[in-house]
């Protein structure tokens, strides 16, 4: 690794007790260590590219999941390791048999051989079963990534990582809000009051339906997951009218490049809102979740300012009938 201080090229052998033997100073994180194999000049690298450029503040979570975003298993990590598994068990017990002379050389061969194609062929089979039920998490727990990154980062710089806002950040109060946003997630919203969000908007932040303020519109924000899904629904049902949709939708992360995809085991059917379509119902329904806290902080204040757009053109009677003529079909002076 590079010593975040010298910029000497290390050695595990010359950093021993997280100390550069170049320049002797400590650093935070040891690769061979850390969640995601995390070094010094890495987490500066996440930091800025969390803070796109501007300054933006980012939480925890944030970091987390920009970090492990790439060591993410794919769903065909159970088939493979179950298809390697049997051959090498298949194999040794073939060894075994030779070794003890109770089967001759050529019959264990031939024995070998047909077991592994027939267990690969069973598991070819079984392979869309095997690829259902298949979970895809994240390496390591969030707590796990505190105790063993945000915190030797403090012990070691006194404080911490470039930019890094609290994850329980109360929300600012607004004294006469135009908009509310309802999220279950306290990290994002601890993301959004770091960012000024609440001035810059006129936003009050709440994580329960009884701290939306009365008669304002609600901006609704939670995971893609059945279990968000379902959530968002009930407060729909709950406020009416004025609770607008604003994310995370499964059609928006199923395939998008951005999206943290993780999968858990295949869940119950649950409740899920009418005329969803049958691929995102299908996924959510296989354990597949995308966490609104993976966000970074700027699509994150994007996608609110998309939602305040909303709400802003729903206000506005010339906007709404420009929605409703809609761009290609203006009308033009005769």
Not at 204 to 228: F, K
Not at 269 to 276: I, K, S
């Amino acid at each position: 690794m590079i010593c975040p201080h010298c910029q000497t090229s290390l050695l595990y052998r010359q950093r021993s007790g997280r100390v550069c033997s170049s320049c002797r100073r400590p650093f935070a994180l040891e690769p061979k260590e850390s969640p995601f194999r995390l070094h010094d000049l890495r987490v500066h690298r996440l930091a800025e590219k969390l803070s796109d450029g501007r300054g933006l503040l980012y939480t925890g979570p944030q970091l987390y999941f920009a970090a492990g975003r790439k060591t993410l298993p794919s769903t065909g990590r159970t088939y493979t390791m179950a298809a390697v598994g049997y051959t090498v068990l298949i194999v040794v017990i073939g060894v075994v048999l030779w070794a003890t002379g109770l089967v001759r050389h050529g019959p264990v061969a031939v024995g070998v051989v047909v077991a592994i194609v027939a267990v690969n062929v069973l598991l070819l089979l079984a392979r869309p079963r095997l690829r259902r039920h298949a979970t895809v998490p994240m390496q390591r727990s969030y707590p796990d990534f505190a105790a063993q990154v945000l915190r030797p980062w403090q012990r070691v710089y006194g404080a911490p990582p470039p930019r890094l806002a609290r994850d329980d950040l109360p929300p600012s109060t607004v004294p006469q809000p135009r908009i509310a946003l309802l999220c279950p997630d306290r990290p994002t919203l601890a993301c959004l009051a770091a960012n000024n969000a609440p001035a810059t908007w006129q936003l009050a932040l709440c994580d329960r339906v009884e701290q939306v303020p009365p008669e304002v519109p609600v901006l609704v924000l939670h995971d893609a997951s059945a279990a968000g899904i379902g959530w968002a629904w009930q407060v729909r049902a709950a406020l009416g009218p004025r609770a607008l949709p604003l994310g995370l939708s499964p059609a928006a992360v199923r395939t998008a490049r951005w999206a943290v995809r993780v999968k858990e085991r295949p869940v119950d059917p649950v409740a899920l809102p009418p005329g969803m379509a049958a691929a995102d119902r299908e996924w959510l329904l296989d354990g597949w979740w995308s966490p609104v806290a993976a966000l970074p902080p700027a699509r994150l204040l994007a996608l609110v300012q998309r939602g305040v757009d909303r709400v802003a053109e729903a206000a506005d009677p010339d906007r709404r009938r420009a929605a409703r003529v809609g761009f290609l079909t203006w009308p033009t002076p005769a």
